[in-house]
C-alpha cells in the first residue's frame, strides 16, 4: 500500500518530463513574440493569486456533552462539554458548561472529543489514487531547484483519498507538499478536509504558503544518475547554498530597481527570507539536520520542520535550541539507508527533549491512521520509561502540526473562538478499536459513520464498483 | 492431553529443527489458542522438547517444568506473517541486500527463495520483537509471471530459518501479471497454459529409472530435489518448441500434480474467476489467492470454490483500476460467506514491517462496531495472523496455534496483543526463548540522551 515512488521519488517520471519537453519546445516555435510596442506593463503579480474561495459549509449549533476531551494543548477534560456554533468553538468545559437553547445535543458518554486531526506532510491530490502515470503530479524532475512550481497546481480535488483520511482518519486539515526529487520541490499548499470542485475551494483561508525542500538521497539519484548535480551530499548542500544566494541577490537587486525582470523561482525564495513563508525540510538524518539548520543561520531563514526525521531522536536538543518541529512516522524504516537507523521510540524521544514532535503521515494510507501512530509511539516511549499522557500526546496531532503550518490561531486546539474542526471518537482515539464517530469542519457536520449519506464520494468513484461503499 | 498425542508430539518433534529437552510451564495468563476459540483466563500452557503439549485451563504443571508466571499478562502463537518477503531483504532501495526479485535472471519458476534468507537481517530480529514468529515468504516477479518458489521460515536467532522450503509456486495474474507477460492479462494467461502445459510435456529419459510419465511420477518424490528429479536427467526429452528453460518447467512440475501449493496474486473480481477457472483445465492446482482486494464481489465464488484467500487487512483505496471496488470490509465480507481468509501483507512494506499484523487485525475488529462495514470478531482476527496463515498454506498441523504437537512458538504479552499500546514481554520459537534486542533497541539505549558525555556516543558502555 505504501508506495516507493513518494519515498523514492520515482525515476520513471523522466520519460514523462521528456515527452512534455518536446511539446513545448513546438508551441515556442510556433508563437510569435509580440511587436515591441505593445509589451505590456513589467508583471507584478498578486501577492495572493489563485486566492481561496473556501467558505465554511452550514452547520446547525450542537454541543456534545460527557465525553473525554483532549483539547489538542495538552489539557484534558472529564465528563467534558463542547459547543459549536457558527463554525466557531464557543465553549470548552466541564459539565456545567452553559448550552444555548435550541442546540442539538449529542451524548459523549464513552467517547472522546479532539481537534481534527492535522497532516503536515500529505501528497493526496498530486499522486492520487488511481496512481497511474497519468496521475504522476508530485515532483517537477527537470531540474532540481525548481520553486516556482505550487503544489496546488497539481492538486486534483477528486482524489478518493480525502475522503478516507476524513471518514477513517479524521483529518480536517491538510499540507499537500510535492516530492522529494529536487532540492527545492516547490510551494506546498495547506488545504481544508473538504471536498470542492477545485482546489481553491479547499485552501485554507489565510495559510501562509510553505517551501519544500529536501535532502539527502532523492535530489541525489535523480539528478546524479543522470550526471548532473547534485550527484552527492556536498553537491545538496553546494547548490542550495548558491541558489540562496541568488535569491538573496534578487531581493536585492528588485529593491534597488523594481523594474527587475520577475522570476518565479527566486520569488518564492525571497517569500521565505522576508518570513512570509514557511520552509518544511523533508530530511532524515541527523547530520544532515544540523547542516540545514546552519543553512539557515547563514542565509536568513528558518526551517520550521523537518519532515521524515527518522534520526531527529540523535539531536533532539539541536532542534529544541533552534525552535524546529520534527515530523516523523511512528515505526518506518530500512526502506532506504537513510531510513535505516529509525527506532519506535523517536517521536516521545523528540518531545522528552522539549522539542516539537509532530506525526505525520506520507502516506494516502497512514493519513487515516495518525492517531494510531501516535498511540504506537507514545506506548513505546512509556516503555522505555518517558510518561507523556494521552492529552499531551495529542499535541502532536493538533497545536504542534498547527503551529509548524502557521495556523495554530486559527485551529489545532478546541479553544473557544477557533475554527469549530472537530472529532467524536466512538471510544478512546489511541485505542485500535476506535473510529470516528462524526466529524465536523468549520462547524459543518461532514461525516458521520451513522449516516451514509454524510459519506463522500468523488467524481472518480461514481459508477464504479464499490461506489458509496463503506470504505 | 492424550498418550497419543504426546507419542506424536515426540515423533514429530524428531523431525524438527532446532529443540531442546527443557519442560516449560506458562502459566496463570489469558491463553488464546489461535484458532478462533475464545480466549482462557488464567490458562497454562506446557512446552516441550520445542512443541506444545497442551494448552489451556486445567492443564497439570509436569514434574521439573520451568515455570513462568504469566499472570495478568496474554499469552499466544506467534504471529504468523501471512505474506512477506522477510529475510530476503536488508534495505529495500540498496540493491545488493535486495533479493526479493530477480528483474534479469534467465530463471523464473525454478527460483527458491532458499538460499537467499538471511536469518540474521535486522528485519528478522526486529519483527520478532513485536511477536512475528513465523512467515510466509514470497519472491517477486521478475521477468516472467512466475516469481518462483517461496517457503515458510521462523524469525529465531539462529541460523536455520526455513521451517518449509519449496512450499508454493507465485504467480502474478492481474496487471503486474501483464505487464510481466509482455502487456495484457490474455498473455499472462496463456504463459501460464503454456508453463503448464511445458512441465506436463516434460518426459524422462527412456529406459531410466524415472522412464515414467507426469502422470505416474510417484508420490513420494521429493520434487524439490533437483538431483532426483528425473526430468533433470541427462537426455531427458522435450519437444523444440518451448518457452521455458528445463529447469523452470520442471519446477512447475509438483504445481500441476498438486503437490506444491499455487499463490496467484489478483485483485481485480474478474481476474479472481479467472483465476478460480484454471481448475477447469487443471484440476489438480492448489490454489491460493493473494490480494484479491475487490474479493468481497465475488465471494460466493471463492467460497465454493474453496479456495483459500490472503488478503491485505486495510487496502480501501482505488490505488489502481483493478482495486476500484477495494475496502476494509473486504476481509470480514470474505469470511462472512465462508472464505477461508487470512491476512498478509503484499505490495506493503512486506520485507520489514511484518509486525504491523496485530494493528491491521485490530482494525478489522474496530470496523465490526461501524456501521454498514463487515469486520472480524478478535477470535476470528487473531486467528486471521495466526492458524489462518498457517491453515492456508497447509501447515496448520506445524504452526500458527498453541493445538498439542504444535511447533512451540509462543508470546506473552503485556496486554490484548491486537492493541497498540501492547508490548511483547517474551518470545519462544520452537520452545527456545528468544532475545528481544535488535538495532533499533541498541539506537535507543544509545540516544536516551542525546547529549554527548565526555566522549562522544560511540564510546557509551555496551
Redesign the interface.
Known sequence: ????RMR?AGLGLVVAAALVGCASTRSTADSTPPPAAARPQRYTPPDDPYPSTYHPYPGVPTAITGATIFDGEGGRIENGTIVLAEGRIQAVGGADTPIPEGAVRIDGAGRWVTPGVIDVHSHLGDYP????EAHSDGNEATSPVRPEVWAEHSVWPQD??FS?ALA?GGITTLQVLPGSANLFGGRGVTLRNVPGRTVQSMRFPGAPRGLKMACG?NPKRVYGGRNQMPQTRMGNIALMRQTWQRAVEYRERRARDPNTARDMALDTLVEVLEGRMLVHNHCYRADEMALMLDMGREFGFRIASFHHAVEA??????LREAGTCAAMWA???????ES??????NIP?VHN?GACAIVHSDD??GI??LN?EA??A???G???GIRISDEVAWRWLAINPANALGIADQTGSLRAGKRADVVLW?GNP??????PQQVWIDGALLYD??N?ALRPVSD??LG???EG??? | MTRLAILLAGIAMLAAAPATAETIAITGGRVVVGDGSDPIDGGTVVIRDGRIVAAGAHVAIPAGATTVDASGRWVTPGIVAGFSRIGL??????DATNDAQAATSPFSAAIDVVPAINPQS??IA?NRAAGVTRAVVSPATGRSIFAGQGAVIDLGGDMEPVTRGRLFQFVELGEDGAGDAGGSRASAHVLLRNALREARDLRAPIGSAGARSLRQAPSDAPPEDLAENPYLLPGAQRSDDVLLTRFDAAALVPVLQGRQLLLIHVER?SDILQTLALRREFPRLRLVLVGAA?GW?VADRIAAARVPVIA?A????????EQ??????NVGRMRAAGVEVAIGMI???E???V??ST?YA??L???A?????SGLSWNEAFAAISAGPAEALGLGGEIGSLRPGRRADVVIWDGDP??????VEAVWIDGVRQSLDN???R??DR??Q??EGALPHAYDPR
Open positions: 500500500m505504501v508506495s516507493n523514492l489514487s488511481p496512481g497511474v478518493p483519498g478516507r477513517n538521497e531522536y540523535k539531536i533532539a536538543d539541536l515505526d518506518w524504516w530500512g526502506f532506504k539507508m535505516y537507523d529509525a527506532i519506535n521510540e524521544l527533549a494516502s494510507n487515516q491512521r494510531q498511540a504506537k507514545l506506548a513505546d512509556r516503555r522505555m466512538n489511541f485505542s485500535v478499536y476506535t473510529r459513520m451513522n451514509p472518480f468513484e464504479q464498483p464499490g461503499d463503506v470504505k | 531483504v536488508e534495505v529495500d532501495a540498496v535486522s528485519s526486529i473480481a475487490e464481489r491485505n486495510l487496502t480501501d483505496l482505488p490505488s489502481s483500476f476500484l471496488a477495494a475496502t476494509q470490509s505490495n506493503d512494506d520485507a520489514r514491517q509486525r504491523l494493528q485490530g482494525n475488529v474496530a470496523i462496531r461501524v456501521p454498514g462495514h491486537l492493541e497498540l499500546a501492547t508490548g538495532r533499533q533497541t539506537l535507543r540516544y536516551r542525546p547529549q
